[in-house]
């Protein structure tokens, strides 16, 4: 298939080089002057779709070629709008160790997007633009079409716009000024904080809209998004679900999903449903399988462990054959303690803040026993950021990153007799993207 696609890709020389604020800023102004937008995120990153669905009002989702393979066209032309913006993770060519692999820079080049990059100009002033013809022929094709200078003056600004040339035809498309604290996107471990926690941020997104307004060229980033070609992409042939009930736990302390993943299960048949660990009392009874996803659980473990009747009822559920599956904030929640707070117990663990990344990354599982998720030699992909261990990790797999590897993967049977639930929830399994967080089948 073949397909004329508005796109381009937003990236930065490096991470905090203000490149999030820039892409919600030029969002929130497409969104005031009626345009219909869509944004995307470039690797496993939860919570900057988040901002972007804040921002627009809109889905907002991930393009992460380590998942997706050589479905990635098919993922973005499945959410594409009018006008599709793409922000880049890390710098623009950081990928896989010290590759390009699964980098911004490789994302753009599959999806033929034109990049622009935003480059952090405090404290240089005709420097900045050595910086810029680094990034600029640092690959035989770059892919970069423009920069934005962050952090400057319009005086410097200019003056450094007066000295460029529009090296390999790579134009200055605007800046951004030095924002007061007022205006700051904070962060924690994980990334920024998520969107429901930052005061004003409707104000603050306002304002940040009205500066880009101000100090980037918006027409000239829209006319160069208008320059990408046609994409050419396959959608993937979908098996069917038999009749299955998914119960999604999602909330304040469980809000990291992958908006493509949740797609793709009712695409392929399933019916979700949600419900708040944090505020009901209990899943869906009919639920043919209860999916606990990632979040900050650690920032409400308190309330959670206090929600008696949420956790006798997942308990019971476990009890009585209904399979779980869970990752990250929710490996956390099945297990006994977190910091010290009981929670599920399902798993007999205790997990506690490590105050460092304990491990960080891509990584590659491969399946020691039989489960629900996999067979024995079978091998999946996931990816790993925590702050926090536990006790008991699991060892139904073993996984392997740079030359290490570590056993991974808890898995727990109650009910060997309900084959017809578990045998519904086997697909579901086998179309999970992100795993190595943990899970009890």
């Known amino acids: 298939m073949k397909g004329n696609f508005s796109r381009l890709l937003l990236s930065g020389t490096h991470s905090g080089c203000g490149k999030t604020t820039i892409f919600c800023a030029l969002l929130q102004a497409l969104q005031n002057r009626g345009e219909d937008a869509a944004a995307f995120k470039c690797g496993p990153d939860y919570i900057d779709p988040m901002f972007h669905r804040s921002v627009i009002g809109a889905a907002s989702g991930n393009l992460d070629s380590f998942f997706c393979g050589e479905y990635l066209p098919a993922v973005f032309a499945d959410s594409a709008r009018q006008i599709n913006l793409i922000e880049g993770a890390m710098g623009y060519y950081d990928g896989m160790g ?65 000295v460029w040339n529009e090296a390999g035809g790579a134009k200055l498309y605007g800046y951004f000024p030095v924002l007061g604290e007022e205006l700051t996107l904070q962060s924690r471990h994980l990334g920024l904080v998520t969107a ?148 599920v117990g399902i798993l007999s663990g205790e997990s506690e803040n490590k105050r460092k990344p304990v491990r960080f990354g891509y990584v590659e599982l491969e399946a020691g026993e039989d489960t629900l998720i996999a067979s024995k030699g079978a091998r999946l992909r996931g990816h790993e950021f925590h702050y926090y261990d536990c006790t008991e990790n699991g060892a139904a797999f073993t996984a392997r990153r740079k030359g290490s590897e570590y056993c991974c993967f808890a898995v727990k049977s109650a009910d060997k007799n309900a084959a017809k639930r578990r045998e519904r929830y086997a697909v579901f399994c086998q179309t999970i993207r992100r795993r190595g967080a943990g899970a009890r089948l």
Request: proline share 6%; charged share 25%; hydrophobic share 45%.
């Open 196 to 343: 429901g926690e930052v005061e004003n941020l409707r104000e603050k997104l306002a304002k940040l809209a009205r500066t880009a307004e101000e100090c980037v060229d918006i027409a000239g980033l829209l006319s160069l998004a208008a320059s990408a070609p046609a994409l050419e992409y396959e959608p993937p042939a979908l098996p069917q679900f038999p009749e299955l009930h998914i119960a999604v736990a999602k909330d304040a302390a469980f809000c990291f999903y992958y908006a493509e993943e949740l797609k793709l299960f009712e695409k392929m048949g399933a019916r979700l449903s949600y419900f708040s660990p944090l505020e009901d009392s209990a899943p869906p009874a009919d639920a043919d399988c209860l999916y606990f996803g990632g979040g900050y659980p650690e920032l409400y473990a308190e309330k959670l462990a206090a929600n008696h009747s949420m956790l006798r009822a997942v308990r019971a559920a476990h009890a009585r054959g209904v399979p779980v599956f869970a990752e990250c904030g929710g490996f956390l929640y099945l297990n006994r303690l977190l910091d010290g707070h009981p929670m």
């Open 98 to 162: 010290f590759t390009s692999e699964h980098s911004a820079y490789e994302i753009g080049r599959r999806l033929n997007a034109p990049a622009v990059l935003v480059v952090d100009g405090r404290g240089s002033s005709l420097s900045v633009l050595a910086q810029l013809q680094g990034f600029l022929h640092f690959r035989e094709e770059s892919n970069i079409r423009g920069f934005i200078l962050n952090r400057v003056s319009r005086g410097v600004y200019e003056g450094l716009k007066a």
